[in-house]
């Protein structure tokens, strides 16, 4: 197989999207013109033309509103955030209309929307550009919300997400765009709400998603070289659905938990897993979870402070010695 950055892997998804489903229609702020903020869109225009290709005017209610209006006349609309810190002026088209019109019209209207863009802190952009959303947007019942952390992923994710019914939020990493990964030439489907263990281990579980499982599976790597620590991280690849089974298998195989996200820890993710656990694996614990979340503050500007303040393979590896 060859290997190709993350970025590459979404525009792969993207062109091949297009090209097969002619209601597919890409829309967002220099999606086209410029390639994308992060030239995840490169080529695109070209390829497919303005009509499939669509730049947006920087007002991202008014273009996630036309994009839910479009889903919902039967286009399947994939549309850009250069941040999804920019999605918060856009809640109500995202919360209040894409994710309730198929219980408010009885199931007679379907959403097939796709927003997808950056979502992450860690590249020195401050606090207005570096949330991690994911929490909050999963917290709406109608919405699917997926974080890819390989290439592999982040294009088998995005072609499911373009072919589902519903809105589903794609949240990627900037840090992660130029990561090299193994990627088959033919095409393929990950489906949406089924975990993944990027690492086999029989001491201690991870479990995380996003960029915190690449950063825990290098932990898990290291613990191993050095301290003989056997780690098996999964990640999670869905927030919602989320692989409840896949967690408890886990738990039940390790009998400790750690869990990472960049997520603030405040209604994080990982309440909802310490959650789900002490319900359905509670007897299998040796020990109490441990968790290890970005800084509960507004993101730092300064880097070096900044890199502190998002989950690291130093902290994943301290917590997991603390826990030995």
């Known amino acids: 197989m060859a290997q190709i950055t993350y970025r590459q892997a979404i525009n792969d998804a993207l062109a091949e999207e297009v090209e097969r489903d002619e209601n597919v229609v890409v829309m967002g702020e220099e999606v086209a013109q410029f390639d994308g903020a992060y030239k995840v869109t490169e080529g695109l225009l070209k390829r497919f033309g303005p009509k499939r290709i669509v730049d947006t005017p920087i007002s991202e209610a008014g273009f996630i ?95 499911t997400a373009i072919r589902d019914n519903d809105p589903v939020f794609v949240m990627e990493n900037t840090i992660l765009y130029n990561d090299k990964w193994e990627v088959p030439e033919e095409e393929y489907l990950v489906p949406l709400g089924k975990a993944n263990i990027l690492r086999e281990g029989k001491d201690l579980s991870i479990i995380a998603h996003g960029r915190a499982a690449i950063t825990s599976l290098r932990a898990a790597e290291e613990l191993k070289a050095k301290h003989d620590i056997d780690v098996e ?74 890199d502190t303040q998002i989950p690291n393979v130093e902290r994943v590896v301290k917590k997991v010695l603390e826990m030995a």
């Open 233 to 306: 991280v999964l990640d999670l690849r869905s927030i919602r659905p989320l692989d409840e089974d896949a967690v408890i298998e886990t738990v039940k195989k390790t009998n400790n938990v750690l869990l990472v996200e960049e997520n603030k820890p405040f209604c994080g993710v990982g309440a909802q897993l310490t959650y789900l656990i002490q319900e359905r694996a509670f007897d299998y614990l040796d020990a109490p979870i441990k968790r290890i979340s970005s800084i509960d503050a507004p993101q730092i500007y300064c880097k070096k402070l900044e």
């Open 65 to 159: 509103g036309m994009g839910i209006g479009a889903a919902m006349m039967g286009i399947r609309p994939v549309m850009e955030l250069m941040f999804w810190s920019f999605s918060y002026v856009a809640f109500d088209q995202l919360c209040n209309n894409a994710a309730a019109v198929r219980y408010m019209s009885g199931g007679l209207i379907n959403c097939p929307i796709v927003v997808r863009g950056p979502a992450n802190g860690g590249t020195n952009v401050g606090a207005t550009h570096s949330h991690t959303p994911e929490n909050i947007v999963a917290n709406h019942p109608g919405i699917k919300v997926v974080c890819p952390a390989t290439a592999y992923d982040a294009k088998g994710l995005m072609k």
